[in-house]
């Protein structure tokens, strides 16, 4: 494979412009980044009278389906592979054997890019990789948005920043979202179908959280388990986010979330302050500072929690000292 080149936004848009049958790839158990991305510049090319089409290792998510009307289903054989929203080649899923070594152009945001393609693009301090589609596709020329890809793209800006609440949220990010929203999509009703809209299943999950969760260390832990029995209740989408629960108890310092595997439970730890990927390293596991996790290998419940806590609650009490 040739060594990878850095390019410019604007010889993106010049590769994109110098060629006709697009074939373009999304991340893995996909979100609404990589999905708005997917969707949006497809479209836009389309819109450009070239062929594009999107592939993806997992479906496209219900809560998203609207998205596919900003694009035809077209069938070709693709000679330009762009990935987007995609950090590593691993995050291909089922694609990266077909297509790990043969991607033309890599679009991302994430600071952890790893190289993989001929050429990328990264902007580490775009809150979401749809941010950087907009400006290439405005590059590209008149015409290539409408109602329908730019609500894909406005999706991605919402999805990565919390509905504009995280720290990545820049002024830049309000201002593209609000350039999209001139294309005329009801931005109100699609936030309310992104953030505020559940299924009764995933309320029936909030609930069985909120009544069951024990407290800790003076209220400063809060865990709680599910059992398979619980889990298989709900679709997998259903239990998205619900590790972020506990946390948002006033005062709650760390929140702890099991889950109930074949080879023993799946912890998630949020934090304010405390450092819970030293409390998951305990345990063989990791990731970031405020957010980490960790697989505790016993089938008994109660033992899982009392292991967590243990060690949550040390970190707890070294910090308030
Ligand atoms: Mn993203």
Not at 222 to 242: F, Q
Not at 304 to 319: M, T
Request: hydrophobic share 40%; net charge negative.
């Amino acid at each position: 494979m040739n060594k990878a080149t850095n390019i410019t936004l604007k010889q993106a848009a010049e590769y994109l412009t110098e060629h006709d049958y697009f074939l373009i790839l999304s991340h893995a158990n996909p979100d609404g980044d990589t999905e708005g991305c997917a969707y949006g510049l497809c479209g836009a090319l389309q819109r450009l009278g070239k062929k594009a089409r999107i592939a993806c290792s997992d479906p496209l998510s219900e809560r998203f389906s609207y998205m596919e009307e900003a694009v035809e289903k077209q069938q070709f054989e693709e000679n330009c592979v762009i990935s987007v929203d995609v950090a590593d080649r691993s995050l291909l899923g089922d694609l990266e054997e077909k297509y790990g070594d043969k991607i033309d152009l890599a679009i991302d945001h994430h600071i952890s890019h790893r190289p993989f393609a001929r050429r990328i693009y990264v902007d580490d301090s775009a809150a979401a990789a749809c941010e950087i589609i907009y400006d290439l596709v405005k590059l590209l020329g008149a015409n290539c948005l409408d109602e329908k890809n730019a609500k894909c793209l406005y999706t991605g800006i919402a999805t990565d920043t919390g509905c504009f609440k995280f720290g990545n949220t820049t002024k830049y990010t309000h201002q593209k979202a609000g350039e999209l929203m001139e294309y005329g999509f009801d931005a109100a009703a699609l936030n309310y179908l992104l953030f505020d809209m559940k299924t009764k299943a995933r309320i029936g999950l909030e609930r069985y959280v909120f009544e069951n969760l024990e407290f800790f260390a003076e209220d400063k832990g809060a865990a709680i388990a599910l059992s398979k029995e619980i889990l298989d209740k709900v679709d997998i989408e259903d239990v998205n986010g619900i590790s972020a629960l506990p946390r948002q108890i006033q005062g709650v310092e760390v929140g702890i979330v099991l889950k109930e595997k074949d080879d023993g439970w799946k912890v998630s730890l949020r934090s304010n302050c405390v450092n819970v990927q030293e409390i998951c390293s305990h345990f063989g596991g990791g990731g970031h500072i405020r957010a980490a996790g960790c697989t505790i290998k016993t089938a008994d419940a109660e033992e899982a929690k009392r292991l967590i806590k243990e060690e949550a609650a040390k970190a707890i009490e070294k910090l308030l000292k």
